[in-house]
Every structure is written in C-alpha cells, then in structure tokens.
C-alpha cells in the first residue's frame, strides 16, 4: 500500500476505514475484516462510542499492535487542558492499547460554545503537546479545521498538527483548507469520501467507473489518493470493505481528476464547524 509521511516523520497509510455507526458484533467483524483484507489506519473517535469494538477488532485480527495506526479523537465537549489527558486515558482504556498513533481534536472551540474559543484551542493543543511528549501519542492533529482555527495554534504552538481531517470528496472538496494545509505541512484526511452515497448515483462518475472497469466508489476513493489526500470510507458489508481498498491498481487521467475537482456540490453533510 502506498503511504505518505507525516511532518512529525511517521509514515501513514494512502487509505483509512473509518468505523463510525460500526457498533456491536458488527462493528467488531467490519474492523477485523478490514485488517484481514489490508487497511492498517483504523479511525475511531470518543463520541463514536465504540472504541472498545475497535480493540476487540484490532486484538480479533491477530494482527501485531506495531502494524497498526489507530486513530482516535478528543470531543468537542471535552475541550481544554483539563480535560485531555482524563479523555485519552479513557481512549486507551477502552481500546485497551497503550498509545495511539494519532490523536485529533475532533471539532474547534468557535464563538457558539466558547467566548474565548481561540484561547480554548491553543490550551487544548498545549495539552496535546504534553500528551505527544510523554509517548502516550505518536501523532497529534485537528479535525474539521479551518484556517481561521488552525493559525492562533500555528502561532503559540511548538508541534505543528501532523493532521487535518475533513469532509471531502466529490462536489464538496474544501479547496481553501486543503491548499492552506498543503502549505503548512499538514496531511489531509477525507472523512465522507462517497459523498453521503450520492457519488455512487452520479451519472459523471458512473461513466468513469465504466471506463475504468472500477466501480463508482473505486473512483471517488483513487480520486483523493491521487492528491495525496487521505480517504477515510466506512463500511460494515464485507463486500464494501474489500472493493474500498481495492484502489491502487488504476490512475484517473488528469481530465477525469479535473472533472471530479469541479462537481458541483452533492453530498455535503451541512456540517460546519462554525455552526454549532
């Protein structure tokens, strides 16, 4: 599998399964079925609440720790020095791991919840900071980001975020915020990569998984890879789970990547890290 670096130095998988809604039993096979078929970034967050199926999923595998990056992510709600390291704690206990590989502030402090929110976000990465340096995180990132978020960090920090992660996929690509974090060093991940589903009945991206002899999916999911952009897609249907990673045996020519870039808007999920 292709991986890209981090600008901490870790390597990173091209490709993620994402586990949100993948809770029980389910949830349990969907990981274990997805490190059987390859991927190696598993991304959980606390608000999913099924970090203890993703380590039993994980620890079902047979799969070492080492070759596997795991992802969690600290809650909006849960903001702040005080709370970071009781929160990751919490994460590791319920994975049952002794660190994780990379550790997000899921969503930023905005004027809506926070009077002083951008002293709440440079607090809250502080703690962050501390957390990476005692080695209970190899890497520390940010989650539905924007630049207006990112630059009080980037100005009190000591340890740029090694990650972005985002909506993103076709018709709803967040150019601003990619490039901004291309200039900064900072790795884009691509939460919703399928669009909500809606990619999978477009009828320009129909005719290229035709094409291609891929599916709609496929397309979507090579589409961010071939900008080094990470997908995270989710599934808990076997089926899915194996066609999602089956991605790194095709390339979109550079017409059909420009098409992609400029879909009108489909799929957005309306969330926005301003509203709420």
């Not at 993620?16 to 598993?42: P, S």
Request: proline share 4%; net charge negative; glycine share 8%.
């Amino acid at each position: 599998m292709k991986r890209l670096t981090l600008n901490d130095g870790h390597h990173h998988p091209a490709i993620g399964f994402g586990t949100y809604q993948g809770i029980g039993e389910e949830g349990i096979k969907a990981v274990t079925k997805a490190i059987e078929i390859g991927y190696r970034l598993i991304d959980t967050a606390a608000v999913y609440r099924n970090e203890e199926e993703v380590g039993e999923g994980i620890r079902r595998s047979g799969i070492s720790r080492e070759e596997i990056i795991i992802t969690s992510k600290l809650a909006r709600t849960k903001l702040g020095a005080t709370h970071v390291k009781k929160e990751l704690e919490k994460s590791l206990n319920r994975l049952q791991v002794e660190y994780l590989d990379l550790y997000l502030i899921h969503w930023p402090a905005n004027a809506i919840n926070f009077e002083n929110w951008a002293e709440i976000n440079i607090d809250t990465w502080k703690a962050m900071e501390e957390a990476q340096q005692e080695g209970k995180i190899r890497s520390i990132g940010v989650s539905n980001f924007w630049q207006e978020h990112l630059d009080p960090i980037l100005e009190n920090c000591e340890i740029i975020p090694s990650v972005n992660q985002i909506e993103f996929h076709p018709g709803y690509r967040q150019a601003e915020v990619v490039q901004y974090c291309s200039d900064k060093g900072i790795l884009i991940e691509g939460w919703s990569p399928l669009a909500k589903g809606q990619a999978l009945k477009n009828g320009t991206i129909r005719r290229m998984a035709k094409k291609y002899g891929k599916t709609e999916a496929q397309v979507c999911l090579r589409w961010a890879i071939e900008q080094n952009i990470v997908p995270i897609p989710k599934s808990v249907n076997p089926e899915r789970i194996t066609e999602n990673f089956q991605v790194f045996d095709f390339q979109l020519s550079g017409e059909d990547v420009h098409a992609l870039n400029q879909m009108p808007q489909m799929g957005f999920s309306g969330e926005l890290p301003n509203d709420w």
